[in-house]
């Protein structure tokens, strides 16, 4: 057979991710500050689109992501366009698995990558330069080391919520007592959990004053010794310029105070100072949940984080009277188009956000009426199979959103836990529940029968638990309980049995 080029016509079918279905995807994971800022740009370069104002008789009734759509729960939101009723958004249900197509079509993230920031909604490849060059944002940072240095879920939790609670100095001004209660959790939980963050980079961040700032500073060198004690609870002899007084308390010679002046001036005050060169964003809850008179959970949308934006069909009328050449209407018509297509997406945008975030609390309604300790393991693929969507989906809707409950404003990406399986085959337990009923075994226990890890594993097992005896010593171990040989000994001397 001679080989010679030729024309072959074929038919086929393919998957093809039209311009207005990536743009979908991206409002998912926009936060509410990035929707608001896309949005502005839209209204500013399309002509037909308005904003919702309050008695705008020449606007249609056809608006992007209004309160004013919701049921009188609150659970669900209305989409209508052009006489249609639109499904929350689930791109990816129609897609599947064909998540690397996507990214090569959109330079959008995978499914489960976590992401603090868009790459920009018109497509546009990021600036790799910049983004090394830009040093990242404290929040990010800091859980960044949470990732690597915390595997208890409840605790990774915990620290979470005080992560949101730095001020922009580094400081955690919040009381822990009012913290604890928030969360449901024991104060001593949450001080230990604080001990962890104090550790983390940058030195001094999460402390409760200057002091304090100063003085993880200086155990962080290493140089936190008695005279260093005494001369950071005292400085503020130093702010009055009494150093004479100072250096009697220290009880060190002059050559020794002034290098420790020296060192506490080299100290940073303010450590997370270093980042704010980075974009932050105030958190702004895009669903507000709260307790009805019956006692059950009424959540619905923010309606000040919903863009108010319409098509305004009277002022397309006009100028569609008025075009004549073919370019005037083909223009027109895209324009159309676009703030058409723009209206239904942040419509199902809202729906899709409100749904996951309903499902959400149905599945941690522990956590919002107990605490803690009542949070259940959870995935992304429970709530999209509970809501009939892709995990990609609930992954992209979960990230850069906030919820306002009793309890505080959490990231919904917060709720996801691990689990541990159930000895009779029924729900899983949640991690944190297991190490709570593990402390309160030993807690209990008397000085004649300490419980070993293997005891432990009994009980929990005719409790309904199955878990492995190493899993009990990792737990024990990460809530600073020695072993059953330690515990016995100190048990055996505190009551003089020796």
Avoid at 340 to 351: C, D, F, G, I, P
Avoid at 352 to 369: C, H, N, P, W, Y
Wanted: aromatic share 4%; hydrophobic share 40%; charged share 30%.
């Amino acid at each position: 057979m001679a080989l010679a080029p030729r024309l072959d016509l074929r038919q086929s079918q393919s998957l093809v991710i039209t311009p207005q279905l990536q743009q979908a995807i991206k409002l998912l994971q926009l936060s509410s500050v990035e929707l608001a800022e896309y949005v502005e740009q839209e209204l500013t370069s399309n002509p037909l689109l308005d904003t919702d104002e309050p008695n705008d008789e020449g606007a249609l009734t056809e608006s992007g992501g209004n309160a004013d759509d919701r049921s009188e729960e609150g659970m669900s939101v209305v989409d209508t366009v052009d006489g249609q009723t639109e499904a929350p958004l689930d791109v990816e249900s129609a897609v599947e698995d064909n998540e690397p197509s996507l990214a090569d079509e959109g330079g959008m993230d995978t499914a489960n990558a976590e992401t603090w920031g868009s790459g920009g909604i018109d497509g546009e490849a990021p600036d790799l330069d910049r983004a090394v060059a830009e040093a990242p944002d404290l929040r990010t940072h800091l859980l960044q080391q949470l990732n690597l240095s915390v595997a208890d879920a409840t605790d990774r939790f915990i620290a979470g919520f005080l992560i949101d609670q730095l001020d922009d100095s580094g400081y955690l001004r919040i009381d822990l007592e009012e913290a604890a209660q928030q969360l449901g959790a024991e104060k001593a939980r949450v001080e230990r959990v604080l001990v962890l963050l104090q550790a983390f980079d940058p030195a001094g961040v999460f402390a409760r004053d200057l002091k304090d700032c100063l003085r993880l500073q200086l155990l962080d060198r290493n140089r936190y010794d008695p005279a260093m004690e005494l001369f950071v609870q005292n400085i503020e002899l130093l702010a009055s310029r009494d150093v004479k007084k100072l250096r009697e308390i220290c009880g060190v010679s002059a050559e020794d105070f002034q290098d420790m002046i020296a060192e506490v001036r080299a100290l940073n005050p303010k450590p997370a100072l270093q980042f704010e060169r980075s974009h932050t964003q105030a958190i702004i809850p895009d669903v507000i949940m709260s307790t009805r008179p019956n006692g059950t959970w009424r959540v619905e949308l923010n309606s000040d984080t919903l863009p108010r934006v319409l098509v305004n069909r009277t002022y397309v009328a006009d100028i569609g009277r008025n075009t004549v050449s073919k370019a005037d209407k083909e223009f027109l018509a895209e324009r159309l188009q676009s703030a058409n297509w723009l209206v239904k997406a942040l419509n199902q945008r809202a729906e899709t956000i409100l749904k996951v975030a309903s499902e959400l609390v149905k599945q941690q309604d522990g956590f919002f009426r107990h605490g803690v300790t009542h949070l259940r393991p959870l995935i992304l693929r429970d709530v999209a199979d509970a809501i009939e969507m892709h995990e990609s989906t609930v992954s992209r809707v979960t990230t850069n959103k906030y919820m306002a409950t009793p309890r505080g404003i959490f990231e919904l990406k917060y709720f996801f836990t691990q689990g541990l399986a159930s000895a009779t085959g029924a729900e899983a337990h949640s991690a944190e529940a297991v190490r709570h009923r593990i402390k309160t075994l030993i807690d209990n226990e008397s000085v004649t029968e300490v419980l070993s890890d293997d005891s432990i594993v009994d009980i929990l097992r005719k409790g309904g638990v199955e878990v492995a005896r190493r899993t009990v010593a990792k737990y024990r171990d990460s809530l600073n309980i020695p072993s059953s040989v330690q515990r016995r000994r100190d048990k055996a001397a505190g009551f003089g049995l020796r």
